[in-house]
């Protein structure tokens, strides 16, 4: 052996695979999109990121940040609330072409800083930043397109039939307009300029399935008033497309503000959204609004000048928050 005394010369390195994925926000146009109208989504600039190694006692899936740790064999795995977890897991193995006890002597770390449920994206920041490293391990990375179809695959575990902008956004980066459809379309809108946002979230009161709901059973008792509530949100996402393009920022807040009161109207908006709203006027937001389906989870605010008063604030009324930009990828 010619190796200096004291280094392991001979040592293999450690190998590792890594991928990452964005979570996202709507930044105009939810609950009008359901019924056709456009919607803007954006990824955030923070998400998730997974490491795999080689584990003999794989495959393991540790979730630090989620308090998880996920076994594909029955054992004392899984809070309420991640039930599915190991088999969103096992469908990301197959996707990525991970089959048998040999490929699968891996152990997953997936960390990072993104609240779940609470409408930021975080099951689909989950499957593709996994899908990315689990395929990067495998010696054969999807492409976009193989990522997307892999990623809704996995997001069906978690949502059943979801929307797909979660995941299109998680991969493609930056800011998407989506239309619902036969087949949901998705185009990229430029950001003219970095949106510095502050994300203020609290725990839903209620699903997202049962806040569309409650809207739809209010939207049928008295179709043309929410016909043209929501005609007027798909003439705000246009109007923050060209604003966002312009890198207006004083016009996009206050296209944000108008867009909570029309979610207001509608009835999907909760105490603590309005009262996370409300912070972020106070202090320093050129405007602010409720973000994905409402009754509680996110808002969003835009914050150009120092963030730290916001946060603040928030973290003294109980709620968390964190400081990002969103920018073209
Ligand atoms: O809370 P999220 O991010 O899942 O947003 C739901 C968006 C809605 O428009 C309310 C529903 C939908 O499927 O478009």
């Known amino acids: 052996m010619s190796g200096r005394p004291g280094l392991a010369s001979n040592a293999a390195p450690r190998r590792v695979a890594t991928g990452a994925a964005p ?34 006692d794989g495959p393991v899936l540790h979730l630090p940040a989620w308090g998880q740790t996920v076994r594909l064999r029955p054992g004392p795995d899984g809070r309420a609330g991640f039930e599915s977890l190991p088999r969103a897991f096992a469908a990301a193995l197959d996707a990525a072409g991970l089959h048998g ?30 899908l990315r490293a689990l395929s990067a ?46 087949v949901p379309t998705f185009v990229r ?16 009161d209620t699903t997202g399935r049962d806040v569309v709901a409650g809207l739809r059973s209010r939207r049928d008792a008295l179709p ?5 509530l929501f005609d007027a949100i798909g003439e705000l996402t246009s109007a923050g497309e060209a604003a966002l393009a312009a890198g ?46 409402g009754g509680g989870g996110a808002v969003i605010a835009l914050v150009p000048g120092d ?4 946060l603040q604030a928030v973290g003294r009324a109980g709620h968390g928050a964190f400081a990002t930009t969103l920018d073209d990828p």
């Open 23 to 56: 979570g996202k926000v709507i930044l105009f146009g939810e609950h009008a999109a359901v019924y056709g109208r456009p919607a803007l989504a954006a990824a955030l600039g923070r998400g998730l990121g997974a490491t795999v190694e080689a584990d003999p």
């Open 101 to 130: 006890p040999t490929a699968r002597a891996i152990a997953v770390t997936l960390d990072g800083a993104l609240p779940p449920s609470v409408g930021l994206g975080s099951s689909a920041a989950f499957a593709v930043s996994l």
């Open 137 to 182: 391990w495998a010696g054969a990375p999807l492409d976009d397109a193989a990522l997307l179809d892999a990623a809704y695959s996995v997001e069906q575990v978690f949502h059943g039939t979801p929307s797909g902008v979660d995941h299109t956004v998680a991969t493609l980066g930056g800011c998407l307009r989506f239309q619902r459809g036969a």
């Open 189 to 204: 809108v430029p950001i003219g300029r970095p949106v510095p946002l502050v994300v203020a979230f609290a725990p839903r």
């Open 224 to 228: 043309t008033v929410y016909e043209r």
């Open 248 to 293: 207006d920022l004083p016009a996009l807040g206050r296209l944000f503000d108008l867009n909570h009161e029309i979610l207001r109207a509608c009835g999907v908006s909760s105490a603590v959204n309005d009262e996370l709203v409300a912070l972020s006027r106070r202090h320093g937001a050129l405007g602010a609004k409720l973000t994905g389906a």
């Open 307 to 310: 963030p730290a008063p916001l």
